[in-house]
């Protein structure tokens, strides 16, 4: 079983609609991360959090630290938010970051 | 700041030939790490490092080597590259252990 569990694989939504992309983890951490990848580009840091809710812009991220969970939410989709998005956690004891395999966001027009 | 540097985008290899991935960071970040990324598999840890002279194994270390001889450069280094090398590659930096990842735009390599 993976450590970090992403779902759905795949979302496709109409621009305009609300977005939910779940992430749940098994090892404990100290920081849970989403990032943003948009195709053929490189990997951009959207949120860090360890606790509690964050806000930038449309996206919203929250984590519930006891069910070992977060979501990544985005208002008012548009078709530039399409791109892979991917949780990730680093660990107190190490210096690196344990991955999700990704949510593939298409939003259509 | 340029933030995380890597160089080059794109390289194709013949099997056998090494090479090296150059990962460069002017935010004086402590931590540093090389991932590979295949499709449907995520991302994996090859090697990182958590500071100047100290380096340590991730999750797929083989073939791959590296160093950390300043604060600002990591190279990664394909001793004799393999089909099974063929992956995008990024590099990444944070200050600590706890704050904000910074990656590089990543180097697709190809072996043949």
């Known amino acids: 079983k993976n450590e970090v569990e992403q779902s759905p694989q795949n979302l496709t939504a109409q621009e305009g609609e609300f977005i939910t992309i779940n992430c749940s983890y098994s090892?404990?951490?100290?920081?849970l991360h989403w990032l943003q990848q948009h195709p053929g580009g490189g990997i951009v840091s959207l949120f860090m959090?360890?606790?509690g809710k964050k806000k930038h812009g449309r996206l919203i991220a929250t984590i519930n630290i006891q069910e070992k969970h977060s979501s990544l939410h985005i208002t008012a989709s548009h078709p530039r938010d399409s791109a892979v998005y991917i949780c990730?956690?680093?660990?107190?004891?190490?210096?690196?970051?344990?991955f999700g395999k990704g949510t593939k966001l298409s939003v259509k027009p | 700041n340029a933030g995380v540097t890597q160089t080059p985008k794109f390289q194709v290899l013949k099997t056998g030939q090494s090479m090296t991935l150059q990962c460069a960071q002017d935010?004086?970040?402590?931590?540093m790490s090389w991932y590979r990324q295949d499709p449907g598999m995520g991302l994996r840890l090859i090697h990182y490092?958590?500071?100047?002279?100290?380096?340590d194994q991730g999750e797929v270390p083989n073939g791959y080597n590296v160093s950390r001889s300043t604060t600002e450069d990591f190279p990664l280094r394909l001793l004799s590259a393999a089909p099974s090398q063929t992956s995008v590659y990024f590099c990444?930096?944070?200050?600590?252990?706890?704050?904000?990842?910074?990656f590089g735009q990543g180097t697709r390599l190809t072996v043949v």
């Open positions: 990730a956690v680093s660990r107190p004891t190490a210096g690196n970051l344990i």
């Open positions: 990444a930096s944070s200050l600590f252990r706890e704050t904000e990842a910074f």
């Open positions: 935010m004086n970040h402590e931590y």
């Open positions: 090892v404990g951490i100290s920081a």
């Open positions: 490092s958590v500071g100047a002279g100290i380096t």
């Open positions: 959090l360890s606790s």
